[in-house]
């Protein structure tokens, strides 16, 4: 009797593990579609990908498309000013990690949006910020005692790749003090761009002398010098936020002088300047989300919700936050704001800011933004991926990562290279290029069903699922 139950809950058990999916529209990742798909899932992992197969024993018949799980390969979810220890400029073997708040609200939104993995980067206020994360956006334990079991981030890999930064937001707010004593942090350098890469040369001159002093064995350990020394190898991907173009080729030399072999940019707002030199040098880049303003710190177009907060706004306070005659009906009798009053939202509309450095410093260096970064980019054949940074830390999804494809799309972008760049792509850019972003045998079993072409604005998630388990359904 006892033997028939176990056997009857394993039966039921493999049952649930075991899934077959038919699908009329896949797109398999690669910038391939297939027509009338039958997917089989097994232990979380797909295990067969065939056309035209025989559906009368699915479980799930669908007329819909079905891409793999969106990759996020530049994120700040989960990530606030707390994760980042300023005491120094060079932080390199701290990591994010640690600090992570794994059942942020955010992970849930991106979820929603079918973004099922992220690359998770440390804030940019050091030069050296430490090592950044890999997860699936479900899956982990959840801190609440409230929270739904698996609803929490799941480490893939908590070392994922070191970041540098570049630019303005190091320097930001730093002194060089009056000469009295003083506990602040700020009274520190670096104090201009030239104080950043003079801070990253010195720590990578450091771990060069570190390295032959240790293989002699004539030095102590130092957990900071030995991820430099990692990236100095290979062994650890050096990501470098650079937004300005000449930040960009800053980059460039500094690649060029410490040979780091595994080196990505962060953002590169205005690389589209000097995207053939960037090609040639073979280096690749995950852009931040496109700018709709550069005056604006949450760089995304204002949602419907926000703007009718703007005309309208509650009764505490702001009413006036706008100058008159800074909106017009125009012909079409629609309501229409000036670059001016748009930039007044993000005083208006209270929002999360995700990680310390955005606001400001994309602010001073959105000047020479661009749309149409991802069509010139792939123009100029540079290889790269997209990132939506802090845009998944709202519910209010305008600028989610579907968001920026389809952006890019109407901004020259081929369709089919869009998916890619949120799927195959960034998952080979992090490092889970044989097991994430495509439909293909052997690789994890996370998919989104879409009620449409995903690139159509008025296409949403139906399904998601992560490692064979549906954890988002809206059918």
Excluded at 31 to 53: C, E
Excluded at 108 to 122: I, K, Q, R
Excluded at 226 to 238: F, I, T, Y
Excluded at 414 to 435: K, R, W, Y
Aim: glycine content about 8%; charged content about 20%.
């Amino acid at each position: 009797m006892i033997f028939s139950s176990l056997l009857i809950t394993t039966t039921a058990l493999l049952a649930q593990q075991s899934s077959h999916w038919s699908v009329d529209t896949v797109h398999l990742g690669d910038g391939q579609i297939m027509h009338d798909v039958l997917i089989t899932i097994n232990n979380g992992k797909i295990t067969a990908v065939a056309q035209g197969a025989d559906a009368d024993d699915s479980q799930h018949v669908v007329d819909a498309h079905m891409t793999p799980g969106l990759i996020d390969a530049y994120s700040y979810m989960g990530v606030d000013g707390a994760t980042l220890e300023e005491s120094r400029e060079s932080t390199a073997s701290i990591k994010l990690a640690h600090s992570l708040q794994f059942d942020a609200p955010a992970f849930s939104y991106a979820l929603s949006e079918g973004v099922t993995a992220a690359y998770l980067s440390p804030a940019s206020m050091n030069v050296i910020g430490g090592l950044g994360c890999m997860v699936k956006t479900h899956g982990g334990q959840v801190a609440s005692l409230f929270g739904e079991a698996g609803s929490a981030a799941r480490m893939l890999n908590d070392g994922a790749a070191l970041k540098i930064t570049l630019g303005g937001d190091p320097s930001m707010g730093n002194h060089t003090g009056s000469g009295k004593w003083t506990t602040s942090f700020t009274a520190r350098r670096p104090n201009t761009r030239m104080g950043t890469v003079w801070v990253v040369r010195r720590e990578f001159y450091r771990a060069l002398d570190y390295v032959e002093l240790r293989d002699k064995g004539q030095v102590a350990f130092n957990a900071d010098l030995e991820v430099l020394a990692a990236a100095l190898s290979g062994d650890m991907q050096v990501r470098v936020q650079a937004r300005e173009s000449h930040d960009v080729e800053t980059a460039l030399r500094l690649q060029e002088e410490f040979g780091w072999p595994r080196m990505l940019i962060e953002e590169a707002t205005s690389a589209h300047k000097i995207a053939k030199m960037v090609a040639r040098e073979n280096v690749s880049i995950v852009t931040g989300p496109a700018f709709d303003s550069a005056s604006r710190a949450i760089a995304r177009g204002p949602s419907q919700a926000e703007l009718r907060y703007a005309a309208e706004p509650g009764q505490i306070c702001c009413e006036d936050y706008h100058a008159p005659g800074e909106e017009h009906i125009n012909e079409s009798g629609k309501l229409e704001w000036s670059e001016f009053a748009l930039s007044l939202l993000p005083a208006v509309v209270p929002r999360y800011e995700a990680a310390p450095g955005l606001a400001r410093g994309r602010r001073s260096e959105a000047a020479g933004s661009t749309p149409a970064l991802p069509a010139l980019l792939a123009a100029a054949g540079v290889k790269f991926a997209m990132g939506s940074a802090e845009a998944h830390d709202s519910p209010l999804t305008e600028s989610s990562l579907i968001y920026q494809a389809r952006r890019a799309v109407r901004w020259g972008l081929d369709e089919n290279v869009a998916l890619s760049l949120i799927t195959a792509v960034p998952a080979q850019l992090c490092g889970f290029g044989n097991s994430l972003g495509q439909i293909k045998a052997g690789f994890d079993a996370d998919l989104v069903l879409w009620s449409g072409n995903p690139l159509d604005p008025t296409s949403t998630p139906l399904v998601v699922i992560v490692d064979g388990q549906i954890v988002a359904d809206n059918r």
